[in-house]
């Protein structure tokens, strides 16, 4: 009786033992202390700028706002235009951006089985930015040019996938090479419409365009853009454990039940669907979706269950961070793609020397 | 234990304009290792393709358990046939557990969560194959042997019962290639049905209980090793004359 008694207990320490080394492994909730850090980021970016507001006013203002804490109507007032008005616009672009093109980067990257690729692969970004641009010159109104932005980069990739199927299969090679192809002649257009831009109105315009910049954002615009953006990002968010088995290859995916065909125009459709409409939002801003996956998977692993809503989180602080100094380095603000492409070069370099044992082995 | 098949039936496949398998019959049964021999080129890794369902023969019929494979599912097929590849790198530095945990993928479907249970089966086969001290290692840094057994518990993970593997034995030194037609035999004697391509005919003399070949686009022999592995054969196969296996001529 006492024996089986003690059998019992030991069973259950083992069994305790047990979870407890399964819940270890797993480590900390990442994606939560992530979703936590942002939402401090985003506190931290509505009260940083040329009007000072302290960081505690902001949750009083939230407060004041539902009617729960009282606030003087001047100070009301002032806070709603500075936090409302200028600064969340910008706030939220920073996120559905910064998220974005993470997130459809790392995509991009298991699909293609390639640590290199980023959303400028299949020419969306160039895409985008030769419809961004041909709607500068045609005078068009800020919503065509955006919309136009859109369909281009649309159009960069089937003009990539028809180049990928000329070559009479679409293997990962040759939808690479598609892509060359593809962002090589909408920068020859590009290059066009910059040539007959007017030099003294239309050119200068492009040419911030394309810098990358967050500060035409408006509420308006945010969001209706939201939609497409969050889902596609959660979308992908839980294709993880089917992009992890792409990422083995065609063949393994498919003995592992995974439809390939389906998945992966899904996730090249979605990926170049939320990327593109990030340069409708803010142009050109480089390196977010090249490095963040890294950054991510060397702290986190390679798995996609974990990586992609990590880095859309991660992203979004990347891109909040890098807003932050654009606004504040310098008397007069800096395209955040200028700082983007500054920041990423040398941690796009620190991650290629750290994870080099990693993925350059052969 | 019941029996389970896996047959492909008078198979005819061409690819751009160019037969590469004209009438080919091959089956897999539970508790046996077929041997598929050939030539480079000779269409060996496409019969395999085609058995497991990745490719559509132009005719003839694949079955599992008698059912066209047109009618199974491919989640319901990657619980009953797994592939085993050959070896190759990843991209992305995976750890071993998650490697083997893919193989939980069809059981639980692209959206389903991991439960305990998937979690256990992992273990399980991560302890019966001797790699549970491998878990947390990065699969891309592992040896080509412990790659090739990550693999296989991969495949197991899926408790899939007939195994198809394309050409295991490359990549491997000599040490590793007797444990592993060790661990091939093991697994038949669990009940394990597997097919494995090969250029080497004496692997086959050594593990197979069948040996088949696949020459012009058929296979031109089907039989135990003893009958299969014998001069004319490899004659007819590699244009080359045996003389034995096991020791070196000296003259």
């Known amino acids: 009786m006492s024996c089986s008694l003690s059998a019992e207990i030991e069973m259950k320490q083992v069994r305790r033992r047990a979870l407890w080394r399964t819940i270890a492994a797993a480590g900390p909730p990442w994606e939560l202390v992530l979703a936590a850090g942002l939402l401090l980021a985003m506190v931290l970016a509505l009260s940083v700028g040329k009007y000072p507001i302290r960081v505690g006013e902001i949750p009083q203002f939230v407060l004041a706002s539902l009617r729960l804490d009282n606030m003087a109507a001047g100070r009301y007032a002032a806070l709603a235009n500075v936090i409302i008005d200028i600064r969340l616009p910008r706030v939220l672009a920073a996120v559905l951006v910064g998220s974005a093109l993470a997130s459809s980067g790392a995509a991009f990257q298991a699909v293609f089985r390639n640590p290199l690729v980023s959303p400028g692969l299949l020419g969306v970004l160039g895409g985008a930015s030769f419809g961004a641009a041909l709607g500068i010159v045609l005078g068009l109104s800020w919503y065509l040019v955006q919309a136009l932005a859109f369909v281009m980069g649309l159009g960069a990739v089937v003009f990539g996938v028809v180049v990928a199927r000329l070559f009479g299969n679409s293997s990962t090679l040759t939808l690479v090479l598609g892509g060359i192809v593809s962002g090589a002649l909408f920068s020859s257009l590009l290059s066009i419409i910059k040539y007959v831009a007017d030099p003294m109105n239309a050119l200068p315009n492009i040419v911030y365009w394309l810098m990358g910049n967050l500060a035409q954002s408006n509420l308006a615009q945010i969001a209706w853009l939201a939609i497409p953006m969050v889902g596609g990002v959660v979308l992908l968010g839980v294709l993880g454990r089917a992009l992890d088995a792409l990422a083995m290859g065609d063949d393994e995916a498919r003995s592992l039940g995974v439809p390939v065909g389906v998945i992966r125009f899904a996730v090249i459709a979605t990926a170049t669907l939320v990327s593109s409409l990030t340069v409708s939002i803010a142009g050109m801003i480089g390196w977010i979706g090249l490095i963040v996956p890294h950054v991510v998977r060397l702290g986190l692993g390679a798995s996609n269950t974990r990586l992609m809503p990590s880095a859309a989180l991660f992203g979004a602080m990347f891109l909040l961070g890098a807003d932050y100094l654009a606004r504040t380095l310098v008397d007069t603000e800096i395209p955040v793609g200028i700082v983007t492409e500054l920041l990423g070069i040398p941690i796009f370099l620190v991650v290629l020397n750290r994870s080099n044992r990693g993925w350059n082995e052969h | ?251």
């Open chain 2, 1 to 251: 234990m019941s029996t389970e098949t896996l047959a492909a039936d008078t198979i005819y496949f061409s690819r751009q304009g160019r037969a590469v398998l004209v009438g080919t019959t091959l089956s897999l049964a539970s508790q046996e290792i077929v041997c598929l021999l050939g030539r480079n080129g000779a269409g060996k890794t496409t019969l395999l393709r085609i058995l497991l369902g990745f490719l559509r023969p132009d005719h003839g019929t694949v079955r599992l358990d008698g059912r066209s494979l047109s009618g199974v599912s491919r989640r319901m097929l990657a619980q009953r046939v797994a592939y085993v590849p050959q070896l190759h790198q990843p991209p992305f530095p995976y750890l071993v557990r998650e490697v083997v945990g893919m193989g939980r993928l069809p059981s639980t479907g692209l959206f389903g969560q991991t439960s305990r249970v998937d979690h256990n089966a992992v273990e399980a086969v991560m302890v019966s194959l001797g790699i549970a001290p491998l878990a947390d290692r990065h699969y891309t840094q592992l040896s080509a042997g412990e790659r090739q057994l990550v693999m296989i518990g991969r495949a197991l993970a899926q408790g899939a019962r007939l195994l198809v593997m394309d050409e295991p034995f490359t990549g491997l030194d000599y040490g590793h290639q007797m444990e592993f037609m060790d661990r091939l035999r093991s697994l038949k004697g669990q009940g394990y049905g597997i097919l494995v391509t090969t250029h080497q005919p004496d692997h086959a003399a050594m593990i197979a209980t069948r040996v088949t070949t696949l020459v012009a686009g058929q296979i031109a022999d089907d039989g135990p090793p003893a009958d299969v592995i014998v001069p004319a054969v490899i004659r007819r196969l590699y244009g080359v004359e045996m003389h034995s296996f096991g020791c070196a001529q000296s003259s």
